[in-house]
């Protein structure tokens, strides 16, 4: 079994296509929807994705609220820079052991989303 794409319900997919796409570089795979219930797909082309969905039923329960995500980066220094120009708060990476290091930082919806590093 392989994880096709994980979903989040966004409320503006300009500003979270800004955000995955434009800052974290997810490619767009697909777009489509009516302006009322856009979906937008992001990651590589075989791989796992993630789905944007914006519009249709409301969301119970806070969005973003108890979900994270993991994405390794190709350049972690080059996407802080990135960030930090865009303002985006970088807060202190935790380090569990020397071979690894991580960011926690928040989508425009809240969720969380933490930026890997494997070192060395």
Same mark, same amino acid.
């Given at each position: 079994?392989?994880?096709?794409?994980?979903?989040?319900?966004?409320?503006?997919?300009?500003?979270?296509?800004? %955000?995955?796409?434009?800052?974290?570089?997810?490619?767009? #795979?697909?777009? %489509?929807?009516?302006?009322?219930?856009?979906?937008?797909?992001?990651?590589?082309?075989?791989?796992?994705?993630?789905?944007?969905?914006?519009? *249709?039923?409301?969301?119970? *329960?806070?969005?973003?609220? $108890?979900? &994270?995500?993991?994405?390794?980066?190709?350049?972690?220094?080059?996407?802080?820079?990135?960030?930090?120009? #865009?303002?985006? &708060?970088?807060?202190?990476?935790? &380090?569990?052991?020397? &071979?690894?290091? %991580?960011? %926690?930082?928040?989508?425009?919806? $809240?969720?969380?989303?933490?930026?890997?590093?494997?070192? $060395?």
């Amino acid at each position: 079994m392989t994880i096709n794409w994980t979903t989040i319900h966004v409320k503006d997919m300009e500003a979270s296509l800004a %955000f995955y796409h434009g800052l974290l570089g997810l490619p767009v #795979a697909e777009r %489509f929807g009516p302006p009322e219930h856009q979906i937008a797909m992001l990651g590589p082309e075989e791989g796992t994705k993630l789905e944007l969905l914006c519009g *249709g039923p409301p969301i119970q *329960g806070p969005v973003g609220a $108890g979900v &994270s995500m993991g994405f390794t980066p190709d350049n972690m220094g080059e996407l802080l820079e990135k960030l930090a120009a #865009a303002g985006v &708060s970088i807060p202190e990476p935790m &380090s569990p052991n020397p &071979s690894l290091r %991580f960011f %926690f930082i928040q989508d425009p919806d $809240g969720y969380t989303v933490q930026l890997v590093e494997q070192l $060395g």
